[in-house]
């Protein structure tokens, strides 16, 4: 299955972003590797939400 997330959204993929019931993967958030080694997570590149229906 190809979903077109970029790696980042991916990365940042949380449970609470599936829903089993309706279908679809909200995609919210970027994560990304900061110079600490850290993962902080910020918004999308193109700031806004899509939905992946999971069928």
Do not use: C, F, I
């Amino acid at each position: 299955m190809t979903t077109g997330a970029r790696q980042g959204e991916r990365a940042a993929l949380r449970w609470h972003h599936l829903d089993l019931a309706a279908g679809p993967l909200n995609l919210r958030r970027s994560a990304y590797l900061d110079v600490d080694g850290e993962l902080p997570e910020k918004g999308t590149k193109t700031h806004q939400q899509r939905r992946v229906a999971l069928h």
